[in-house]
């Protein structure tokens, strides 16, 4: 597990460091996402299924990355990884992304080191339920070409209804009247999260994926695990 607060050596050439070039870069890359594709049914399918989430401490522009690979069919921990560095671009809504993703991009370099691919990414966050259709799960997925999902606990700029109440239950998370995600109900009576599509996976595939990973809470297990695992690796880095 890295320590050292070093600059993540996986940064993108030409990194955006303002706001206007970030969102050039989102505008660009988003007529890449995939918006459908084949995934190994959940539960089924041989593979690894890695969750990504990130931790940070902001006095010091710390920012800690955590990937976590578990077996596509039992849930099982089967690797896992973890970059630490400095924050390479200032928060601002809708941009979250460029925050995020040179540490993860990071820990899925050393968890793949390790032997364990991704089949499948869940990111903590959003993929084409964004102001630009252009999440962290989408940017993710289309910087790496892997399959991506995004999983976020809180709506962001869309409006939905409740669905209903049992597990399994979803209602369109929508933005005028496109339809970019779902908000899924992964527990009886717990609130839902809100699953879109982020690169090479359909909106039916991803809620599915994401029921069968909220076995026995509300968030799937990849998250659980990822955060848990991030922050563990940001308070290593304190003196």
Not at 93 to 102: K, Q, S, V, Y
Request: net charge negative; proline share 8%; charged share 25%.
């Amino acid at each position: 597990m890295t320590s050292a607060v070093d600059p993540p050596s996986d940064t993108p050439r030409d990194w955006p460091t303002t706001e206007a070039e970030a969102i050039a870069v989102q505008e660009r890359l988003r007529a890449s996402v995939v918006a459908e594709g084949e995934v190994p049914e959940p539960g089924k399918g041989a593979g690894a299924v890695v969750g990504v989430d990130v931790a940070y401490d902001d006095e010091r522009g710390v920012v800690a990355a955590a990937a976590v690979a578990l077996d596509a069919r039992s849930l099982a921990v089967v690797g896992e990884a973890t970059a630490v560095g400095r924050v390479a671009f200032p928060y601002i809504p809708g941009l979250l992304a460029f925050r995020e993703i040179p540490a993860v991009l990071d820990a899925l370099g050393a968890l793949d080191r390790l032997g364990h691919r991704p089949d499948l990414v869940i990111c903590d966050g959003y993929g084409l339920a964004h102001p630009r259709r252009f999440g962290l799960a989408s940017h993710l997925g289309v910087l790496t070409g892997l399959p991506a999902i995004g999983v976020a606990k809180n709506p962001f700029t869309v409006r939905h209804d409740a669905p209903g109440p049992r597990r399994g239950d979803w209602s369109p998370l929508l933005d005028g009247d496109e339809e970019v995600g779902r908000a899924l109900r992964t527990q009886d009576g717990v609130k839902p999260v809100f699953v879109s599509v982020g690169h090479r996976v359909g909106i039916a595939d991803a809620c599915a994926y994401t029921l069968h990973l909220a076995r026995d809470y509300r968030q799937p297990e990849t998250t659980r695990r990822a955060d848990a695992l991030c922050r563990r690796a940001l308070a290593g880095t304190r003196p």
